[in-house]
């Protein structure tokens, strides 16, 4: 099955080859055929040159898309997930700085996946919890989903358990 993996990425030259390293890991072992979207949002220092290298080094199928300027975290989604709601597989998002959306989400999500749903999950807490903040986002994408005619499944049936 065809996956996005979306990359949201700002100023991470530190970190990044650590994260790219293990990004080609997880795709040369996935069941999938990930494509990989690289969202770097105006970022000041060398990450655009490094995220181009590994897409030219690693042979993989690789989309960057770049804000001339820092959009911040928000504008910057809602632009790209527009964009991949013309595509027909299945977005999975992963932070380069693991803050949040970790490779091993990734990993977990990606191993539930049902051909045909999109899986929705936002960012959750080490016990699974949406934050009450993050649930009225995540309800919200849920009705431009349905309006579009997009078929959802519930990250409940993955463990993300909603805010206590």
């Known amino acids: 099955m065809k996956i996005n993996v ?5 100023n991470e030259e530190e970190s990044l080859d650590i994260f790219l390293s293990e990004l080609y890991g997880w795709a040369s072992q996935s069941e999938h055929e990930p494509r990989f979207v690289l969202l770097d949002d105006g970022s000041t220092d060398n990450t655009k040159a490094m995220i181009s290298e590994w897409k030219d080094k ?16 928000a504008e910057s989604l809602r632009n ?28 977990a999500i990606s191993s539930n996946l049902h051909k045909g749903k999109i899986i929705i999950a936002q960012s959750h807490d080490k016990n699974g919890y949406l934050g009450k903040y993050e649930m009225k986002k995540y ?7 349905r309006k ?12 993300y358990q909603g805010f206590p």
């Open 6 to 10: 979306l990359v949201p990425i700002y």
């Open 58 to 73: 690693s042979g993989l199928d690789v989309l960057i898309r770049t804000n001339q300027i820092n959009l911040g975290l």
């Open 80 to 107: 790209i997930y527009t964009e991949l709601a013309g595509y027909s597989s299945p977005v999975l998002r992963v932070d380069a700085d693991g803050e949040m959306y970790t490779l091993e989400s990734l990993r």
């Open 139 to 145: 309800e919200k994408f849920i009705r431009f989903a």
């Open 148 to 159: 579009n005619g997009m078929p959802l499944l519930d990250p409940s049936s993955l463990g």
